[in-house]
């Protein structure tokens, strides 16, 4: 499954972080901590690739708590790059990102504000971020992808500054695994996906990943062997069976999506650091390339 889904206004909120860039000391890097890999976008990364970054990965509450570790230790592990695991609404998990930013932008006199740029995805919490760190609502916030779109300043603390920018999906998600992971995270609206072929993945993801644990949450006897069948079990179970026992499998996909993202599973990650793929981040950068 490769997603073509890139709205207008996104092309215009590339060229205003691109703009914004020479000004800023630190960028802010919001990754969805299940899916960090396939939630950072490469586009973004290219065009800040030359400044300090902080990434935070967001929504670690509903990720696996030693995959997120893992994924901690690989991200510290690079030049000039800090990760934290977050919660855009608990305040606790964000008194550090001041501190750290200003480590990262240890070059920045006294005298003013460090000034960070906030970049990600749609959906992956910027806006809650803002909110919470200005102890106000400032952001708009909202449930589905691409809500904010205008560049808002913001003010943390004597010694931060951030500016708040809108989610922008690259042109084409080339990888195929990753397609499917940011449609099964929320991060792609409903209406650009297939439910049925999201569905049938994630079904398998968690068939191979947490077995135990979708076990559990569905009541089975005994696991199924494949991502059909698991979500027969599931229409079974959830009203999802039509006239004649014949399993709605769509209906069974919205089951399993809502209750993923809404970490009604457990604490699921969708990938790893061992799952990055082979292709290097040079080749990943040039296919973005043909569409800027």
Not at 39 to 57: E, G, Q
Not at 58 to 76: H, M, Q, V
Not at 124 to 137: D, M, Q, R, W
Not at 199 to 206: D, K, M
Request: hydrophobic content about 40%; charged content about 25%; aromatic content about 4%.
């Amino acid at each position: 499954m490769t997603i073509n889904w890139y709205p207008g206004h996104m092309h215009k909120a590339r060229r205003e972080i691109k703009n914004a860039l020479p000004e800023v000391d630190v960028v802010i890097e919001m990754l969805d901590a299940r899916l960090p890999f396939s939630s950072a976008n490469p586009v973004l990364a290219k065009l800040a690739r030359h400044k300090p970054t902080l990434k935070l990965l967001s929504k670690s509450d509903l990720a696996d708590p030693e995959i997120t570790a893992e994924w901690i230790a690989y991200f510290n592990e690079q030049a000039n790059t800090r990760a934290l695991p977050i919660v855009t609404s608990d305040i606790k998990t964000l008194q550090p990102i001041a501190r750290t930013c200003q480590q990262l932008a240890s070059q920045v006199r006294e005298s003013r504000s460090v000034r960070a740029l906030v970049i990600g995805i749609p959906n992956v919490g910027k806006s809650t971020l803002i909110n919470s760190l200005a102890g106000k609502k400032i952001a708009k916030v909202g449930n589905e992808p691409a809500v904010t779109r205008r560049q808002q300043k913001i003010q943390v603390g004597d010694r931060l500054q951030i500016t708040d920018t809108p989610g922008v999906l690259w042109p084409r998600i080339e990888q195929v695994s990753s397609s499917y992971r940011l449609a099964a995270s929320g991060a792609i609206r409903d209406t650009a996906m297939d439910y049925e072929y999201v569905g049938l993945w994630t079904a398998e993801s968690l068939l191979e990943r947490y077995p135990e644990a979708t076990q559990a949450r569905y009541k089975l006897k005994e696991l199924p062997t494949t991502g059909e069948q698991l979500l027969i079990e599931i229409a079974s179970r959830r009203g999802g069976l039509r006239a004649g026992g014949i399993a709605d499998l769509h209906r069974a996909s919205e089951v399993l999506l809502h209750e993923l993202r809404a970490g009604l599973i457990g604490r699921i990650s969708l990938e790893r650091p061992l799952d990055i793929p082979l292709a290097t981040e040079e080749e990943n950068l040039s296919n973005t390339d043909e569409a800027e």
